[in-house]
């Protein structure tokens, strides 16, 4: 199922057994992350309890919006995993085989919208500078539409990532060759 030899999926728990057995039906190969994290069972659950939390329920920003804020965040934090994995996703989801690439390197000049655009720039600010964040952001998003849930997700999902980034750039997690190719 995976090169990495050391890893048995025979050897976990049930519930991180079948997570990552879904994931390999669904996908034909094993991310990194999954490896990595199964090595510790009660982070794993937490982790991807919240990702799910975050990046799967009903929301007022679409998936395709969540993972912009993960390619475009993970990109100022130098994150080659995070870029790779979730542009990757984003090409799927966006059904746009150019924007992950555009996100990734300047999301200021890629083909999204306006209010994308906003979404971005808090994202980053939330991500590089929250201590200078004020009641003028959110209105300022509130202006264009997000409404306080969206606000808070935005805020969730850079914070998670940031914290994702963190664990992969620290721990060396490469990415999958299989990302490099999906939704192209």
């Not at 952001?137 to 509130?142: E, F, N, R």
């Amino acid at each position: 199922m995976n090169s990495d030899s050391s890893f048995k999926l025979s050897e976990l728990p049930a519930d991180i057994s079948t997570r990552i057995s879904a994931v390999y039906e669904k996908t034909g190969f094993i991310p990194n992350v999954f490896i990595r994290l199964a090595a510790r069972p009660d982070e794993f659950r937490a982790f991807f309890s919240y990702h799910d939390a975050l990046m799967e329920k009903e929301s007022g920003l679409s998936k395709s919006d969540r993972e912009m804020i993960v390619v475009a965040t993970s990109a100022r934090n130098n994150c080659t995993y995070c870029v790779i994995a979730h542009g990757a996703v984003l090409r799927i989801r966006s059904k746009n085989k150019l924007l992950a690439d555009q996100v990734a390197i300047n999301y200021q000049s890629a083909d999204i919208t306006p209010k994308q655009r906003a979404m971005l720039n808090f994202a980053s600010k939330v991500s590089e500078n929250s201590h200078l964040i004020s009641q003028k952001d959110s209105d300022l998003l509130k202006g264009i539409g997000f409404s306080e849930d969206d606000i808070w997700d935005i805020v969730a999902i850079t914070a998670f990532f940031g914290m994702s980034n963190r664990l992969a750039n620290s721990l060396s997690i490469e990415p999958n060759n299989e990302f490099y190719g999906m939704g192209r």
